[in-house]
């Protein structure tokens, strides 16, 4: 006996709609690897209708006070917690996330990162009215840019999402957003708060696969486009938007160097970057993949993790004792899983390094050692839950090998020592730097990278200055 599945629609213009075309694609819960639901598979009629909307939208949006749309984003985040169970709901089919942890670490910052932007609709910044000519009178006006495209990942959802639109729509900005393929079910539920909230048009979603979002950014309405994803699709944007010079934002792999010293409180440092290096079972661009190790302690450091790595579980969204979930499809497991088989002689897989059960895409908590710094899994990303581990030498060895990679996301030094600390954090070449911890996040700090991670800010006013544009007005004082 088949089970009806749900049906997830399109948000455009104030409705809820099907694909023009009727066409949907399946979404599965990769908890169970079953499908629950079915969402549109968007084409140019779609995104043509949500552009359009965006556009129409945009002027009295733009035109508001800064207080009414600081107004809206703060029912926005008190609209979340109230529906806090229904989104957590929406993300656990998503992702097949721990509900609990998904419940205590991202309702919260999610609602906070709202909050912050809603001030910072309030807070905008430039350089202060001077005479720079005589008789002149110079001053900055700090605008939104437009419609915004926004393409958000799988490995977020809820929060990846609040990150593109609560900065955007904060500026007087309108957005099409549109959520991952395998993940649109919160998005949607999203749409529906916030629809219930913002003027027709302000927000938008589009579902579809990685054609619609080529569609959406190749679109001539939008001036902005922003993503959240693969080195790949990013390049991808980028030279789309190129044709016609539209604003690009772009936040994307990872490959996150952890640099351990001889000094460090080596159980604390295994704990800090277990968790780090698990969490959401490493399907973070920050995630604490790739340990560096001082040789002195190299050994005990090792056994120290994989004995960590060996006490973690995985499992069923509702099992308590769990520290993440699944990956999130079947090309991913298959990503994960090849990493592995290809390893070369000389590593030595000293935890994990298999599936779990044949239901749903779980993959066990892995510790890789033995590695030289141009090996496939040192250069690359794995986005699971593996974590790799390399000796070094000393200081000038730790920099080199960290640096020696295309990513420059995030990084952190584990030291006891000040100086060696603050040297690290000015050498690294990572756009945000921890010491004695890993991937804490604030929404008053910028989160972004620099090399193959991209380009832009997350977050933070910086984050929210990324949504606007600088205009120079200039009038005379004779009248």
């Known amino acids: 006996m088949s089970t009806e599945l749900r049906r997830l629609r399109n948000y455009i213009d104030g409705e809820f709609r099907d694909a023009a075309d009727g066409r949907t694609t399946e979404v599965v ?8 639901a079915t969402a549109p598979l968007s084409g140019q009629a779609d995104v043509d209708a949500a552009m359009a909307a965006a556009a129409a939208a945009f002027p009295a949006w733009r035109d508001l006070v800064p207080a009414e749309r600081q107004k809206a984003l703060l029912k926005i985040a008190d609209a979340f917690e109230e529906r806090a169970e229904e989104l957590i709901a929406a993300e656990v089919e998503n992702t097949g996330k721990p509900i609990g942890l998904t419940r205590s670490e991202e309702i919260p910052p999610m609602v906070d990162q709202i909050r912050f932007f809603a001030g910072a609709a309030r807070m905008l910044e430039g ?43 904060a500026a007087g900005n309108t957005v099409v957003l549109k959520p991952s393929d395998t993940t649109p079910a919160s998005t949607a539920l999203m749409a529906d708060i916030i ?21 959406m950014v190749e679109h001539p309405t939008p001036a902005m486009a922003s993503i959240t994803g693969s080195v790949r699709a990013g390049m991808s944007v980028a030279e789309s938007a190129s044709k016609d010079l539209k604003r690009v934002h772009l936040e994307l792999g990872g490959k996150a160097p952890v640099v351990v010293f001889e000094d460090t409180d080596i159980p604390k440092a295994v704990e800090g970057i277990s968790e780090a290096g698990y969490f959401n079972a490493g399907q973070d661009c920050t995630a604490a993949t790739r340990v560096l190790v001082h040789e002195s302690v190299h050994d005990e450091f090792v056994s120290a993790l994989a004995k960590a790595a060996s006490e973690i579980k995985t499992g069923q969204p509702d099992d308590e004792d769990v520290l993440y979930g699944p990956l999130n499809n079947p090309n991913q497991l298959k990503q994960v899983s090849g990493f592995i088989e290809r390893l070369p002689a000389h590593a030595k897989v ?28 040192i250069q690359q990303e794995v986005f699971g839950p593996v974590i790799t581990v390399q000796s070094f030498r000393d200081e000038d060895q730790a920099v080199e090998w960290a640096n020696g990679v295309e990513y420059a996301l995030a990084s952190s030094v584990w030291t006891k020592d000040h100086g060696r600390a603050m040297r690290m954090s000015r050498r690294l070449d990572f756009g945000c730097v921890w010491i004695n911890t890993h991937i804490p996040l604030v929404a008053e700090m910028p ?24 205009k120079h007005v200039m009038t005379s004082l004779d009248g």
């Open 127 to 169: 350089r202060g009215a001077g005479e720079y000519m005589e008789g002149l009178t110079s001053f900055v006006r700090r605008e939104p840019i437009g419609v915004c495209a926004q393409v958000a990942p799988w490995n977020y959802p809820m929060m990846m999402a609040v990150w593109k639109f609560a900065p955007a729509l």
């Open 447 to 470: 989160h972004g990278g620099f090399k193959k991670s991209g380009y832009g800010k997350d977050l933070s006013g910086y984050g929210f200055d990324d949504y606007t544009r600088i």
């Open 195 to 215: 629809g219930s909230i913002v003027p027709k048009g302000v927000f938008n979603v589009v579902c579809g696969d990685r054609d619609t979002g080529r569609l």
């Open 29 to 36: 819960n990769p908890a169970t690897g079953e499908a629950y």
């Open 350 to 377: 000293e935890a994990g390094g298999h599936r779990v059960g044949d239901k749903g895409y779980f993959y066990a908590a892995t510790v890789v050692s033995g590695l030289k710094q141009d090996d496939e899994i």
